[in-house]
């Protein structure tokens, strides 16, 4: 039958035990604060900002391939109403847990209809920069919203 400790004596025994715990840990002015929207949030293998602003960017465009854990998105062919001899491909990677500039990539494929048939066609530089500016600024602003 186990015994029972009066109770200053095992508040005692426990605050004896922490003590050398607290401390190792520097005090409380050394350690980090709990930051709900920091820049580098991974749950899901790669900054969730980024994802979540790529996949808001890319709503309008069915979606071929996502893998959050290696931060990757590929987009279906998009035939654009404006625009229907012409569709784009686009690939997304992100490349980092930070929220950073360099940590967002686009590869975009175009295609032209000719005589019946698809033909690849270059794509203009300014449209994947275009595009990993708005990826950015989205993921900034969500992580904006978080802070409150």
Known sequence: MARRLPAPVSAGLLLAALLPLVACGGGSKDRPKADLAA???TTI?????LW???????????????DSNGGVVVT???IDPNTPGERMKLTVSILDQD???DAVRVAASRQVSQNGAWVDAPV??????????????KA?????????
């Open 76 to 78: 279906d062919w998009y």
């Open 39 to 41: 820049s580098r949030v």
């Open 140 to 148: 900034r602003d969500l992580r904006r919203m978080a802070i409150g």
């Open 45 to 49: 293998g790669v900054n969730a900002y």
């Open 52 to 66: 979540r602003a790529t996949l808001d960017t890319l709503s309008f465009m069915p979606l071929a391939q996502t």
């Open 99 to 101: 929220l950073r500039a």
């Open 124 to 137: 203009k530089a300014a449209t994947v920069q275009k595009l990993e500016e708005i990826i950015l600024t």
